[in-house]
Nanobody, 122 residues
Framework: QVQLVESGGGLVQPGGSLRLSCAASGTIFSISTMGWYRQAPGKERELVAAITTADSTNYADSLKGRFTISRDNAKNTVYLQMNNLKPEDTAVYYC????????????????WGQGTLVTVSS
């Protein structure tokens, strides 16, 4: 069984901070890219940030400077530090991973977590 489990979501006031965590488990040979996406009510899912094994990062332009993505390769875990949260950040945040399930399968598969709700409201 291969899965991603997110944690750290919840209710926070504007200007507050949250740290999301996502841990991959199961039969995984390697993970290339891990990232965070979010989907607000009535909106399409969008990229928040992504990070490679080599720690190259990619952020949504509107979020760069407030959000920071990091990963612990040894633990197959990715984190998202969210600072100065705004009401428009309210969304379900999904963890994503591109992983190689086996050394014998030379392509990456996509894995999604269940999502964790972040609500920014006063």
């Amino acid at each position: 069984q291969v899965q991603l489990v997110e944690s750290g979501g919840g209710l926070v006031q504007p200007g507050g901070s949250l740290r999301l965590s996502c841990a991959a488990s199961g039969t995984i040979f390697s993970i290339s890219t891990m990232g965070w996406y979010r989907q607000a009510p009535g909106k399409e899912r969008e990229l928040v940030a992504a990070i490679t094994t080599a720690d190259s990062t990619n952020y949504a332009d509107s979020l760069k400077g407030r959000f920071t993505i990091s990963r612990d390769n040894a633990k197959n875990t990715v984190y998202l530090q969210m600072n100065n949260l705004k009401p428009e950040d309210t969304a379900v945040y999904y963890c994503n991973a591109e992983y190689r399930p086996s050394r014998w399968l030379a392509r990456n598969l996509e894995l999604w977590g269940q999502g964790t709700l972040v609500t920014v409201s006063s």
